[in-house]
T-cell receptor, first 112, second 107 residues
């Protein structure tokens, strides 16, 4: 049982490049989330999903897209990276009946 | 506008001290979560509260729904408790997070 995994752990992009961050969970959780964490800002919700095939916007969705084609995977895409997207990205999954949100280890993204 | 406010932002304590971290929220919640972020960056869930009080070892979390306030207490603090403690309000589908309280416990 690996919990929540994220790929990659670290990435450097040039402005305008695209990339996809992969989040995978093996706990059969319905809810999955993508957050970004910036100094002094706390965690902020980018997009979330309440089940396979569903996605919804969070607090800071601009510049990001997501897909949840399979229940265990939640992908975060940056179509045209900007320096303002330099951050640490965390994925999490949640099952209300378990009362616990499980976080991935984070992805550090630097956009030059 | 911050939906979740924590205090203090930073806290230094001597080993053995009793510690309190406070969280106030302005949104309607289904539950309030306390998280711990280790110096290496990993985040773990400590508690979920919808009412009353919960205790795990030396950690105690309380919530007052009417006052929209929660507290996290650490009894007999230890250097290994040094971490960032984050309060999160679950509104049903979404979570709103405080900016965290950075705790340092000195031996």
């Amino acid at each position: 049982n690996a919990g929540v995994t994220q790929t990659p752990k670290f990435r450097v992009l040039k402005t305008g490049q695209s990339m996809t961050l992969l989040c995978a969970q093996d706990m059969n959780h319905e809810y999955m989330y993508w957050y970004r964490q910036d100094p002094g800002m706390g965690l902020r919700l980018i997009h979330y999903s309440v089940g396979e095939g569903t996605t919804a916007k969070g607090e800071v969705p601009d510049g990001y897209n997501v897909s949840r084609l399979k229940k265990q995977n939640f992908l975060l895409g940056l179509e045209s990276a900007a320096p303002s997207q330099t951050s640490v990205y965390f994925c999490a999954s949640y099952q209300a009946s378990r009362e616990t949100q499980y976080f991935g280890p984070g992805t550090r993204l630097l956009v030059l | 506008k911050n939906e979740v406010e924590q205090s203090p932002q930073n806290l230094t304590a001597q080993e053995g001290e009793f510690i309190t971290i406070n969280c106030s929220y302005s949104v309607g919640i289904s539950a309030l979560h306390w998280l711990q972020q280790h110096p290496g960056g990993g985040i773990v869930s400590l508690f979920m509260l919808s009412s009353g009080k919960k205790k795990h070892g030396r950690l105690i979390a309380t919530i007052n729904i009417q006052e929209k306030h929660s507290s996290l207490h650490i009894t007999a603090s230890h250097p290994r408790d040094s971490a960032v403690y984050i309060c999160a309000a679950n509104t049903g589908n979404q979570f709103y997070f405080g900016t965290g309280t950075s705790l340092t416990v000195i031996p």
